[in-house]
């Protein structure tokens, strides 16, 4: 399983490849920045991306209706949500 | 190298219009999977008459977890869902005041309830890729009411609202969504409809050739390709100047 570190990286790297975000690089963002709103400025419908975007990286099965809102607050709640689900290491 | 060929899922596709949906598409240049929920070997024979371009799925409006395996099914099976017909529905006729709450539930769950499903688990996957189109298929009873089909009218009525919503919150990413009403077409689903009633119900076509199953895919079709690229939130009436 890869660490939390990582995860959280490849999170980053993910949100700024998915959203086609212009000016903004994997590192600009923090672990605890708020995604939404004042933020990073995404929007549901950029979380609805995320989580296919999330479920093709990390081969997990995240169904929309069973993501509350707090798991995309930040680079950190997504990572230990995506962490929570991958197969523990053989 | 040419493109490869987009995929459509269609849900109650084995007959009717959903089956004339699933020729039209595949003639089209479309891989079409298409559900069915009895008729199996009517799905299979479909899938053969279109050669290599359809894929049936066994799916079942009412089974609420189905929908979203359905569309993972078809994505790994098939391809990336580019096209949504949402088609299938369910007819049950009976006066509001002798209807049961449970057949209410049962008929808006099933034809409201099937379309939200399934938009629910495609667009996602639509909006990150940022292209697709949903077709909602509708009823005429959803703006001209007929006795008997209360439930049944409300939930086509309501599937207009949830395209119109839909449309704008995805209309950002690429993803349009848009409906249609089928006039009367003479289909299984309306064989039990008395003769008479189907005269004064054509009565008022202005065509006199009617509506037929092809009719109506075609602008399914038109609504799901490109050539409808500036359309979306919009419900196409096709019931041969019936309500001109």
Redesign the interface.
């Known amino acids: 399983m890869p660490d939390i570190t990582a995860v959280r990286a490849r999170i980053k790297t993910l949100i700024v490849e998915s959203l086609h975000l212009q000016g903004i690089a994997p590192a600009d963002i923090g672990d605890d920045q708020p995604l939404f709103g004042d933020g990073l400025g995404l929007d549901s419908v950029d979380a609805l991306e995320m989580m296919v975007a999330l479920e093709k990286e990390y081969g997990i099965r995240i169904d929309g209706h069973q993501v509350g809102k707090e798991t995309f607050t930040s680079v950190s709640t997504l990572a230990a949500f995506v962490q929570e689900r991958l197969p523990a290491a053989s | 190298m040419s493109a490869p060929r987009p995929v459509a899922l269609v849900t109650g596709g084995s007959r009717g219009i959903g089956r004339a949906v699933v020729q039209t598409l595949a003639a089209q240049g479309w891989i079409v999977a298409f559900t069915w929920r009895e008729r199996e070997e009517e799905a299979r024979r479909l899938a053969e008459e279109i050669g290599g371009a359809g894929r049936p799925f066994r799916f079942d409006l009412r089974d609420r977890a189905r929908a ?1 395996d359905l569309v ?1 099914e078809v994505e790994e099976q098939v391809g990336p869902i580019e096209g949504l017909v949402n088609n299938a529905g369910v007819r049950r006729d009976g006066l509001l005041a002798t209807l049961a709450d449970d057949g209410w539930d049962e008929l808006i769950d099933a034809n409201l309830g099937g379309v939200f499903r399934c938009c ?1 688990a495609a ?3 639509m ?2 890729r940022r292209r697709g189109s949903i077709v909602n298929v509708s009823s005429m009873t959803a703006v001209h009411g007929l006795a008997g089909q209360a439930a049944y009218g409300a939930a086509k009525a309501g599937i207009l609202g949830l395209t119109r919503s839909l449309a704008r ?2 209309g ?2 690429g993803v349009r969504v848009n409906a249609v009403i089928p006039g009367f077409v003479p289909t299984e689903m309306v064989a039990d409809i008395p003769p008479e009633r189907v005269k004064a119900l054509r009565s008022a076509e202005a065509l006199p050739a009617g509506v037929t199953t092809g009719g109506v895919a075609g602008a399914v079709a038109f609504l799901l390709s490109d050539a409808a690229a500036s359309i979306t939130g919009q419900t196409l009436v096709v019931d041969a100047g019936l309500l001109a």
Do not use: K
């Open positions: 979203g993972r629910r667009v996602p996957r909006l990150h919150e995805v950002s990413r």
